[in-house]
């Protein structure tokens, strides 16, 4: 396998455009399995960029479980290849991240700098409270107060006392167990209720999951749970695994159905997740929480001619009927063409043999298409009488409604509506009727 120093200098020749100095560092590696050579030698003659070229051979190199360091360093060197960085150098955190030479430290990866700015930049400049779970030694709280500026309330929490320690006398650090219901709601109770919650905590499932539980009922309305790293409901060690049953990943894509409850009898419309969940927010490693009050989900129509003395009620059964008349349409248009393809096999079967008893099954068929086209035109006959009962109906409603804008026209005229004028604008300024 290949060794760091190995792939470090493998990276610069890729960076230079150098194959052949590439294909010489690969066929001198000790300890590299001739396929993987192999392989690794053809990504680099492959003539693609070099950024291209490092990504593919870090996919090789992860593909057969190779150090998690060369792997990362292979796409790291991509990243900087690449032209994504100078996106990314205009983002505020990352920015903030690049320049953080002497500060706490940090430890991220950079394809979260877009996501937390996309979530979180609209609680810049104000009065907000942030809790982190998991502090490490503070850099990530420093951060979080630059980003979100001196309005904010910043709070960790942490298992570990250095990270206390290391923050002592600039953030307040409380000390206990993330999965652990009681202290999550402790905090909520000295320091919230918080309007954005990020989790980059222990990372096992059990974790993840009871504090997504316990503290999203308790964020204020409007705010955000960001879980990052759930990377690791993939890997056993942290309970996880492809398709586990306990992994976050898989609780997590169950709160879909929440946010369609309404929409199945069979699931729950009383929970936090069917009423409060806004949406949710699924990336690499990090999956993203809206906490907002929501409404029952309804339909409603516009357009059409419905400004002109219809309502909306009508106005949809309008376009209701057409599209039903349509569905039918297209069904009978079907059944038609698999009643002629069938009436054209039965006739193809008796010019072959002469005299030839009919193919029963074919006969069957083709009385199921004869029946359900019959059907169909029924259905059809029916939907077109009922939208003529209809379009009866609202003109009716219209005729109505025209002889009623009359009367009104002509009541306005009269002299007894005239004369009677001020004493309506009296009765209008003193609040009766």
């Known amino acids: 396998m290949l060794d760091r120093t190995t792939t470090a200098r493998l990276l610069y020749a890729v ?9 010489r560092l690969l066929g001198a590696a000790p300890d590299l399995d001739e396929d993987l050579r192999s392989v690794l030698v053809g990504l ?10 490092a990504r ?3 996919d090789a190199l992860n593909d057969v479980g190779a150090e998690k360091d060369v792997v990362n360093e292979c796409y790291r060197a991509a990243f900087y290849l690449g032209d994504r960085w100078a996106e990314l150098s205009e983002n505020p955190l990352y920015a903030y991240f690049l320049a953080n030479r002497a500060g706490g430290v940090l430890h991220k990866w950079p394809h979260y700098f877009p996501i937390y700015h996309r979530h979180l930049e609209r609680f810049r400049g104000r009065p907000v409270r942030v809790l982190e779970i998991g502090v490490y030694r503070g850099g990530g709280l420093a951060m979080w107060r630059q980003y979100f500026g001196p309005e904010a309330v910043i709070v960790g929490a942490d298992i570990d006392e250095a990270a206390a320690r290391a923050t002592a006398g600039r953030f307040v650090v409380e000390l206990g167990d993330q999965s652990d219901p009681a202290f999550l709601r402790r905090l909520h109770e000295r320091h919230g209720p918080f309007d954005v919650v990020i989790d980059d905590g222990g990372h096992t499932m059990e974790q993840q999951i009871v504090t997504a539980q316990t503290l999203f009922p308790l964020i204020n309305d409007g705010g955000v749970l960001l879980v990052e790293d759930t990377h690791t409901s993939y890997w056993p060690a942290f309970g996880g695994g492809l398709g586990a049953e306990g992994s976050f990943t898989t609780w997590a894509t169950r709160r879909v159905d929440d946010l369609n409850a309404q929409h199945h009898r069979d699931l729950d ?10 949406g949710m927010h699924f990336y690499d490693s990090v999956v993203v929480f809206d906490r907002e009050r929501r409404f029952r989900s309804f339909d409603e129509v516009a357009g059409g001619s419905s400004y002109i003395l219809a309502d909306q009620v009508s106005e949809r059964i309008a ?3 057409a599209a039903e008349r349509e569905r039918v ?5 079907v059944v038609r063409e698999r009643s002629e393809r069938l009436e054209a096999q039965l006739r193809d079967a008796g010019t072959a043999t002469p005299g030839a008893a009919a193919d029963p099954v074919l006969e069957e068929r083709l009385l199921a298409a004869r029946a359900e086209r019959s059907d169909l035109l029924s259905r059809l006959e029916s939907t077109e009488r009922a939208a003529a009962e209809r379009a009866a109906a609202v003109d009716v409603l219209t005729d109505r409604l025209a ?5 009104l026209r002509l009541l306005e005229r009269s002299v007894s509506w005239r004369v009677t004028s001020p004493l309506r604008a009296v009765r209008r300024r003193t609040g009766r009727r």
């Open 15 to 23: 960076s230079r455009g150098d194959a052949g100095h590439a294909e």
């Open 44 to 53: 680099v003659r492959d003539g693609s960029t070099p950024e291209r070229t």
């Open 56 to 58: 593919a051979l870090g």
């Open 269 to 278: 419309r009383t929970s936090v997740w069917a009423n409060e969940l806004g």
């Open 319 to 321: 376009v209701e009927s």
């Open 329 to 333: 349409r297209e069904e009978l248009a």
């Open 403 to 407: 002889a009623t804008e009359e009367k």
